[in-house]
């Protein structure tokens, strides 16, 4: 067997040399490959590359809030038409003449809201799946907006599997027990193995374990069930009971079979990866999450390998042994996944996330010889949204700016990749390099496998225009024309790495088995020698190891600088190159336009001429007049200057003389103004007087005012005085005659007492009536004065003047001394 590995990096160098000079095109890596590559049973093939629609069903929310209006019709199964519905810009702009309210896309095939997955998935990818476990790498891609429904149709719901569990059950269904159970070969940089020893494959087994138990054991029992009832339960109409896939009922699929089990000794190593691409970054989804003490996720680097091929450096590569396994680790990617709430979607994906599966084809006939490595990728592109609509703001608002960038930057390089095509020999820019996501993709869209992209859309009327977009984008990447190699097993053998890292060379006698053993037996007699060496053989091994260590480093170091140098020297001649021919533009460019205006100067300077003796030619035809009017007109004047003199003459004369006559009259007239004045002077003087005397009347009458204004004060303030006084002596009359009132009711009871006591008296004896009648009647008399004093009114008693007032007090105590 060739190495074929060593041949295919050597060819992909000048690749990366173009790269280097920033100018790549399929033209110019196509027919690089080509010397490699066998004519016989593997040609290049063109094809368009395929790209599927796929329309969403209304959710009840969206039937609710009249988001059906019509938008998107199929008209068949490759032909879509779009209505641009009321308030869309699309509308709006057709109303105005600029593009149209309808338009009409074609794809490879359109699945409409009722496909199934099952239907779906055999539609699209189930061919590309053929390939892929044939030898061929694939790349699958789904590209819509926000909530269109991609994420269903990669991985799907609990209930119904998208293509990701469907294409892991299919070639597991297809391996079918002839799985390379000794996982010592693990995929290496972007297509080369890696020979592990036995502790490594024990170290990667407690990796995947230690991943696996991240899974609660409840949940592993949740995945089983769904993965084997619910979620595949469409996918089982791919296995029969036997276990024989379905799929291989297929011709193809039957023929590859067939192939396989002519070559029994034949087995497959599956290996999967899983990372997001998040804010231009890459994480890997299966390492486990940080903890909260460092809560920043590492990411990782993208490099490019010797072929020119981009990989993500330090991924974790999974071994997994069944479509159980790979959906555990499946599911905690998922959970590791970047995922918002944001308007549109509850669970949007905030970044492009790449699954991929690499498929090892390793031959166990006499010894394991690797005989080919295919890759599977799927990505779910987040959504393209315009920022406003899913009201991004803070991280979101960054995120969208980054979705929208890398998905500016895909488009591009879909657009330039179809240009390639028009523009066959030109160089044409492939801006591959300018985001993470383009620069992972590039190795498919230039031939290293077939790319499919899947473009899904709602039917919303909010969503019109965005969708409108996505639908010209993928009119766009409908057009690109791929050019596959064909990259079956047999031909593309990878670079086998050792222990050491170093690529393990050997020829088709010899398998790669044999040549590994003969590295490992070398090392083992080492291990052997260091552990019966003396202490002083170690350590003089040990300064051996170290010497070739550092030499290893050195050499490492210059070649390093080496490279830098090459690629300083490369970028700084490309640099000059644009400066020269920028520089070349420029003067073209200044020259062009000095000429332009020079031209322009020359225009305007003829035209202002032409003018001005336009004007010249207009003024002299509007004022011409024969000469013998002019000489008429010339006398005319003459005679009228001559006049004009005699009667200036006149004038002068007539004012010398109005001159004389008025200075007389000024001077009597100033005779009698100075009369005039003494008169006015002595009027006034009189005046002044007469304003003196009455400013002194008015003084004194002020003064006058003002003691009469003081007395008035002093008499309101006696009044004011004597008014609290008497206001107080009311107040005390009141008080006053409120207790004699009270006596009063005393007084009446006393009465009442009287009368009893006479009545009884009356009737006790005659003796004693005489006495009895005289205290009666003077105590009767006593009492009426005092009763019609209290009952009189506190009028009446004001009334009485201040000398009653006071003798009120003393009186009013011999009252209560009688009582
Ligand atoms: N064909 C379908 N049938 C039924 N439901 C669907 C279908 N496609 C999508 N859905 C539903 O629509 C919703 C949005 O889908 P999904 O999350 O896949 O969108 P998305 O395009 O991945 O969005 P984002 O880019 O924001 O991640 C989900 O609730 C999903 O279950």
Request: charged residues 30%; negative net charge; glycine residues 4%.
């Amino acid at each position: 067997m060739a190495s074929c590995g060593l041949e295919a990096g050597a060819v992909f160098e000048s690749t990366s040399c173009s790269l280097l000079s920033g100018r790549l095109t399929l033209a110019d890596m196509l027919p690089e490959l080509s010397p490699v590559l066998p004519t016989s049973e593997g040609e290049q093939v063109s094809e368009s590359l395929k790209v599927y629609l796929r329309v969403r069903p209304f959710s009840k929310a969206e039937l609710a809030s009249n988001e059906s209006q019509g938008c998107v019709t199929i008209e068949s199964s490759e032909i879509v038409a779009l209505q641009a519905p009321k308030d869309s810009a699309a509308l709006k702009n057709s109303e105005k003449g600029i593009g149209q309210s309808m338009h009409k896309f074609t794809f490879t095939q359109i699945f409409g809201s009722e496909t199934t997955q099952n239907e779906f998935f055999d539609g699209t990818i189930k061919d590309l799946l053929t390939a892929f476990i044939d030898g061929q790498n694939a790349l699958v891609f789904t590209y819509g907006v926000t909530n269109a429904g991609k994420t269903y149709t990669i991985q799907g719901s609990s209930k119904d599997a998208g293509i990701l569990p469907r294409s892991l059950d299919l070639i597991f269904n297809h391996i079918n027990g002839r799985l390379y159970l000794k996982n010592d070969l693990k995929p290496h940089l972007s297509n080369d193995i890696m020979k592990m020893d036995f502790g490594q494959v024990e170290h990667e087994e407690a990796i995947k374990s230690a991943l696996l138990s991240t899974l609660k054991e409840e949940t592993d029992h949740n995945v089983k069930a769904s993965t084997n009832q619910s979620s595949l339960k469409d996918i089982s109409c791919l296995v029969c009971p036997n276990n024989v896939s379905l799929v291989c009922v297929a011709a193809d699929m039957q023929d590859c079979e067939d192939k396989m089990n002519k070559d029994q000794e034949v087995q497959f190593s599956v290996w999967m990866s899983f990372f997001e691409i998040y804010n231009e970054y890459v994480y890997d989804l299966l390492k486990t999450f940080p903890s909260s003490k460092c809560p920043k996720r590492p990411a990782l680097r993208v490099y490019d390998d010797q072929t020119g091929n981009s990989y993500v450096r330090d991924l974790r590569w999974m071994c997994v042994n069944s479509t159980e396994e790979a959906s555990k680790i499946l599911k905690i990617g998922n959970k590791n996944r970047s995922l918002a709430f944001t308007k549109m979607n509850h669970q949007s994906s905030r970044s492009h996330s790449i699954f991929s599966i690499r498929l090892l084809r390793v031959s166990v006939e006499d010894e394991p010889c690797v005989l080919g490595v295919s890759e599977l990728s799927l990505c779910d592109l987040a959504g393209s949204e315009r920022c406003n609509r899913t009201q991004t703001v803070g991280d979101r608002l960054k995120e969208a700016g980054n979705i929208n960038n890398s998905l500016l930057i895909l488009g591009k390089c879909i657009a330039a990749l179809k240009q390639t095509q028009n523009t066959k020999g030109k160089h044409v820019y492939i801006p591959f390099r300018e985001s993470k996501l383009t620069r992972l993709f590039q190795p498919f869209f230039c031939g290293k496998g077939k790319a499919c992209m899947i473009v899904n859309i709602n039917q919303c009327a909010s969503t019109y225009d965005e969708t409108l977009n996505v639908m010209k984008f993928s009119a766009v990447a409908k057009q690109v024309v791929q050019t596959i190699q064909p990259k079956a097993f047999e031909f593309w053998t990878p670079k086998v790495i050792g222990k050491d890292g170093k690529a393990i060379n050997f020829d088709a006698n010899v398998s790669i088995e044999e040549l590994l053993s003969e590295e490992n037996l070398l090392e083992d007699e080492d291990e052997m020698d260091v552990t019966t060496m003396s202490h002083e053989d170690a350590l003089k091994e040990v300064e051996n190891l170290r010497k070739k260590l550092s030499a290893e480093r050195q050499s490492k170091l210059v070649q390093e600088l080496q490279i830098r140098k090459e690629m300083g020297e490369a970028m700084f001649q490309q640099m000059l190159e644009l400066e020269e021919t920028w520089s070349k533009l420029c003067e073209d460019e200044r020259e062009k336009s000095e000429l332009l205006l020079e031209k322009r100067f020359e225009m305007y300077r003829n035209a202002i001429k032409q003018h001005a003796y336009h004007c010249a030619m207009e003024e002299v035809e509007d004022n011409y007049v024969p000469v013998e009017d002019f000489l008429a007109e010339q006398e005319k004047v003459k005679e009228r200057d001559q006049r004009i003199l005699e009667l200036e003459m006149t004038l002068t004369l007539q004012k010398q003389s109005s001159e004389a006559r008025s200075d007389l009259h000024i001077t009597e007239e100033r005779t009698s103004t100075e009369l005039k004045n003494q008169k006015i002077d002595g009027a006034v003087e009189e005046l002044q007087k007469q304003c003196r005397e009455k400013e002194e009347l008015i003084k004194s009458l002020q003064a006058q005012i003002k003691s009469i204004k003081d007395e008035s004060d002093q008499a309101i303030s006696k009044t004011n005085e004597e008014n609290t006084a008497l206001k107080q002596l009311i107040i005390l009359k009141d008080q006053e005659i409120q207790g004699l009132q009270g006596c009063v009711g005393h007084i009446g009871e006393l009465q009442a007492m009287v009368s009893e006591l006479q009545g009884k008296q009356n009737e006790s004896g005659k003796c004693s009536s005489l006495v009895d009648v005289k205290q009666p009647k003077s105590k009767r008399g006593l009492f009426s004065n005092f009763k019609s004093t209290v009952t009189r009114s506190p009028k009446s008693l004001k009334g009485q003047g201040k000398s009653e007032e006071a003798s009120t007090p003393s009186r009013k105590q011999s009252l209560l001394r009688k009582m």
